[in-house]
């Protein structure tokens, strides 16, 4: 009853204009009505669908109680519709030099989002699935999917679905500038590798499976495909090994969108600029991102200090990279755009500071407290909402 009322509420700046439309109508129908009668009365040999259309063959007191009910539901679905319509009143004194400038969306299905991630990354993007049809989750091929069921039972995600691209999970190997090979999950369990990046990705076996069906048919309806947040070696490009996938993802006319990491990764992306990311989509996948989402806020120097003690160091845009600067259609809340690798990238406010505990094995009892970055769920939603509404 709240939401009617609200409804209705909203048609009170139009209330005179519709009640001097509806005494007209009134009145155009009463003068209809008597030409009608005065044609029926006088006109003779008139067609036998005239008897039809003006209902004689039922009893008069029926046929207006008929008209009646049939007029006051056409004219309660048309101030229904009319009540979802934004009424702005016009200014009544306007400058001489002054202009009423109005914009409008089109009115489009609600989006199908299909997101290529994995881990925490892939979580981080539930507050999307709230604003879109359906959002379909890809898992990395290395992946089984019960671990993705279990942590997005916590969140309630009705909208939210988690496919696997094969029937089972897949090793895969990478190989690292060096010549190292290692399977690409324990490549962080070798401080050693730290300064390392991977230079070639491969699956440890010939035999390729097939794609699953529910893969194809998501990647054919989306809208817009979401690479990341993620681990860029880990999660993202392993599903790229199969051709079958890589060539789907070619194809859709979706937009496709790359959300770059705040870090560099020990042993996979180690000295990775914005550009270097780009540069191994293109040639991992075989696509250029439409988008690419890069964080724009600056990092205090502890932050710095703490992760490079990890050996990791901020993913940062680098002028000479610059093809050319793009202006972003619509005010994006202070975001500017430059063309590199023949992909928009736009900087944005997308992370957030937080707490994280940590502990030793030797020592359980005993917790430190470190701040950390993380990509921000709503700030991601966000930019991502306004990019598909963009595109």
Request: aromatic fraction near 6%; charge should be negative; hydrophobic fraction near 45%.
């Amino acid at each position: 009853m709240k939401q009617i009322v609200s409804r209705l509420s909203a048609l009170r700046h139009l209330l005179p204009s519709l009640s001097l439309t509806f005494i007209g109508i009134v009145l155009l129908s009463l003068g209809v009505a008597y030409l009608f009668i005065h044609a029926y009365r006088t006109v003779e040999g008139l067609p036998d669908v005239v008897w039809w259309l003006t209902l004689q063959f039922l009893p008069r007191p029926l046929r207006g109680v008929l008209l009646l009910a049939v007029g006051l539901m056409v004219l309660a679905g048309g101030i229904w519709q009319l009540s979802g319509v934004v009424v702005i009143p016009r200014p009544q004194q306007l400058p001489a030099d002054g202009e009423l400038v109005l914009g409008y969306d089109r009115a489009r299905r609600p989006r199908r989002v299909v997101v290529i991630s994995g881990g925490a990354g892939m979580l981080i993007l539930s507050g999307l699935s709230d604003q879109v049809d359906r959002m379909t989750c890809i898992v990395p091929i290395t992946d089984p999917v019960e671990y993705y069921y279990r942590a997005s039972g916590l969140l309630n995600q009705p909208n939210v679905y988690y496919v696997v691209p094969t029937p089972e999970p897949l090793e895969v190997i990478a190989e690292l500038d060096d010549g190292t090979l290692i399977d690409v999950r324990h490549i962080h369990l070798h401080p050693e590798l730290a300064e390392r990046y991977v230079r070639q990705l491969r699956l440890s076996q010939a035999a390729l499976p097939q794609l699953t069906r529910v893969t194809l048919d998501a990647l054919r309806e989306a809208d817009a495909i979401v690479l990341g947040p993620g681990s860029l070696f880990e999660s993202i490009l392993p599903n790229f090994l199969l051709p079958e996938f890589a060539e789907a993802v070619r194809t859709s006319s979706a937009k496709k969108i790359f959300i770059c990491n705040l870090m560099t990764e020990p042993g996979r992306t180690s000295g990775f600029r914005v550009a270097d990311h780009i540069r191994v989509i293109r040639e991992f996948a075989g696509i250029t991102p439409d988008y690419v989402l890069v964080n724009a806020q600056r990092i205090d120097p502890e932050t710095t200090r703490i992760y490079a003690a990890a050996h990791q160091t901020p993913v940062y845009l680098d002028p000479s990279d610059y093809e050319e600067l793009a202006t972003i259609p619509g005010d994006m809340h202070g975001q500017r755009g430059v063309m590199i690798e023949g992909s928009m990238v736009i900087e944005a406010d997308l992370s957030a500071a937080v707490i994280q505990y940590t502990t030793s094995l030797d020592n359980p009892q005993q917790s430190r407290a470190v701040r950390v970055l993380r990509h921000d769920g709503q700030k991601l939603a966000a930019a991502l909402l306004e990019l598909l509404r963009r595109a």
